[in-house]
DNA sequence: CATCAACCTGATCA
DNA sequence: ATGATCAGGTTGA
């Protein structure tokens, strides 16, 4: 199935892969991984092909959503643009974690305080470091200080407090509904309607999920006239594009950043 | 429900 | 160069 590396990886949705040359370097279930990309062909090490059409959800029919909502003037032609951008099956707790350091920083602050975090507690190799398990950050969590995350430090040690103690039941949160998942997300620490939407998409299996960030709010007001509250621009992008909300939201987020 | 100031701090702007 | 403003929001009132 269709796939562009440089779109998927690039677009904003994850926050650790790194482009070296022509290879897309990143780690997943605590492996480094390495990609490389020749038109169609790509060329996968440190991941199993299964593990690698698990990631990048080579099981969403991409054709079918572009006919689905290729109905829409703008993602008509972001379709075309950006061809092969797919949205992620992220870890939920990197995924979380990630998110809760991301509120109300820029995209370069928020690399920035993600790869202090990775190596001050994670698992080195060859130079690269995992993202810590809520173990290891609990371990040493007094050094969090060192890293520069400002209030958010505080709403990331509790995150993994409660991981830890496995009081966040993942499986759970994929299983139910849109609707309740964000209803449960929101009462954790640092997770607010935003992240909530963002944990929903890229982690947790509800594609009808649509984050609006700054910059999606003033996309939105400016291809379709949506302004509000969040839950109204929230509400009327999921009523306009349905169940895949999450890839619309993923194209125009893209497109708007460029 | 909607609104709003306060919040850490590195980037970016003027 | 340097002070103001902004940045993929959340919280509590």
Redo the contacts with the bound molecule.
């Keep these: 199935m269709i796939l562009d590396l440089d779109h998927t990886l690039g677009?904003?949705?994850v926050?650790r892969w790194r482009k070296e040359g022509d290879e897309w370097k990143g780690v997943v279930d605590g492996r480094m991984v390495t990609l490389r990309q020749t038109g169609e062909r790509i060329d996968v090490s440190g991941m199993s092909e299964e593990r690698f059409a698990i990631y990048f959800r080579q099981d969403d029919d991409l054709k079918a959503i572009y006919e689905e909502l290729g109905g829409d003037e703008h993602l008509s032609s972001y379709f075309k643009r950006y061809q092969g951008l797919r949205l992620v099956r992220q870890d939920p707790w990197e995924c979380m974690a990630s998110y809760v350091l991301?509120?109300?920083?820029?995209?370069?602050?928020?690399q920035?305080m993600i790869e202090k975090v990775c190596r001050t507690f994670g698992t080195e190799m060859d130079g690269f470091y995992a993202f810590p398990t809520p173990g290891q950050l609990l371990d040493r969590c007094e050094r969090s200080e060192s890293c520069?995350?400002?209030?958010?430090s505080k709403?990331f040690i509790e995150m993994a407090r409660l991981v830890q103690r496995e009081e966040v039941d993942f499986s759970g949160l994929m299983s139910m509904g849109y609707e309740e998942c964000v209803q449960e997300l929101?009462r954790?620490?640092?997770?607010?309607?935003?992240?909530?939407d963002?944990v929903s998409v890229f982690s947790l299996e509800h594609l009808e999920a649509f984050?609006v960030?700054?910059?999606?709010r003033k996309a939105m007001a400016e291809l379709y006239g949506m302004e509000?509250?969040?839950?109204?621009v929230n509400r009327l992008s999921r009523e306009k594009f349905g169940r895949w909300a999450g890839y619309a939201q993923e194209y125009i987020?893209y497109a708007y950043g460029r």
């Design positions: 677009c904003g949705q926050f991301a509120t109300n920083a820029n995209i370069p602050r928020i920035g520069g995350l400002g209030y958010r709403r929101v954790l620490p640092g997770i607010g309607p935003k992240v909530a963002c984050p960030d700054v910059r999606i509000g509250s969040y839950r109204t987020y």
